[in-house]
């Protein structure tokens, strides 16, 4: 799960392994569910690096670049 002010929530269902894949899923601000995939990234030690692209017409995506620990 990832958190933010100013992204609400977001579940993430990442594969095994060093890349990183998935599908995602978040509420709108409208309150309806937007569900969408991870469409590229990967996993490097502790730094992860990916983008998301959601499943609306107007096809946005958002990109995340962080360090655990």
């Given at each position: ?38 469409r ?29 620990g």
């Amino acid at each position: 799960m990832i958190q933010g002010a100013n992204i609400g929530e977001v579940r993430v269902s990442p594969v095994p392994g060093t890349s990183f894949a998935g599908e995602a899923f978040t509420i709108a601000d409208d309150g309806r569910g937007v569900r969408g995939f991870v469409r590229d990234g990967g996993i490097k030690g502790r730094d992860i690096n990916f983008t998301i692209s959601w499943i609306e017409e107007s096809d946005p995506r958002w990109t995340f670049q962080g360090h655990c620990g």
